[in-house]
């Protein structure tokens, strides 16, 4: 190349702007769109962005996933809501349906109580687990949690939801059978009438689509305690 030329090229690339010679995309801040199934609050929007979590969005998501036996709420691990981030970007999912995070310590207690149990050390306990529900995918989005080896994942199959938290890694699936059937529209002699989780998370009357009553959403949040406390790992 001639010398001159070369010379003006490396003027020229000196004299431009870094942000010219290089524009890079903006990065796009991570989002969640989720539903409370006891409380029928939503979440939706960013958490995280360049520059790492978003303090106000996890404050909103500390009260959102809160315990709602008594109101009660702590920090919520952010690398828990990274992994079910990934987990519903894993399997496309544009909105999830949370049936547990927090739990006190006497909430957990109280669940320990019951016919199964539960981890006397539970990762809820701290902040660091969420049970969810998905309309579609549900055993796609558990063996793409288990293949993150992000923490611990639970698959509840005929339950019809999965466990994920930020613990030790390790994986474990139990059977038990009730709660699923509720979830995909089936009916049950405790409630007014059938219920169902719309596509849109929301709990509702199967027949009329319209939400469910105040009593309804109390005799599921006796369903949900039991079906929670399923595995003696969590």
Same mark, same amino acid.
């Given at each position: 190349m001639d010398r001159r030329l070369f010379m003006s090229l490396v003027a020229w690339l000196a004299a431009v702007p870094?942000? *010219?010679r290089a524009a890079p995309e903006p990065p796009v801040p991570r989002r969640?769109?989720?539903v409370n199934a006891h409380t029928g609050e939503t979440f939706s929007g960013p958490y995280r962005n360049d520059e790492g979590p978003i303090t106000d969005a996890m404050s909103d998501l500390s009260i959102f996933l809160r315990d709602f036996h008594c109101g009660a709420s702590i920090?919520?691990?952010v690398n828990v809501v990274d992994f079910l981030a990934n987990v519903m970007d *894993?399997?496309?999912a544009e909105k999830a349906t949370v049936l547990s995070a927090y739990r006190t310590p006497e909430t957990n207690e109280m669940l320990a109580r019951t016919t199964f149990g539960v981890a006397e050390h539970s990762q809820h306990?701290?902040?660091?687990?969420v049970d969810i529900y998905l309309p579609a995918?549900?055993?796609e989005a558990m063996q793409a949690a288990r293949a993150m080896n992000a923490g611990g994942v639970g698959w509840y199959p005929r339950s019809g939801f999965i466990h994920i938290d930020t613990g030790p890694v390790r994986n474990w699936t139990l059977d038990g059978q009730g709660f699923g059937h509720l979830l995909?529209?089936?009916s049950s002699p405790w409630f007014s009438e059938p219920i169902a989780i719309s596509p849109g998370g929301d709990l509702v009357t199967r027949r009329t689509g319209h939400p469910a009553t105040a009593a309804d959403r109390l005799v599921l949040h006796r369903l949900i305690e039991n079906a929670i406390g399923l595995s003696p790992r969590r």
């Open positions: 870094a942000s *010219a969640l769109n989720l920090p919520i691990d *894993a399997v496309g306990m701290y902040g660091r687990a995918h549900l055993e995909l529209g089936g």
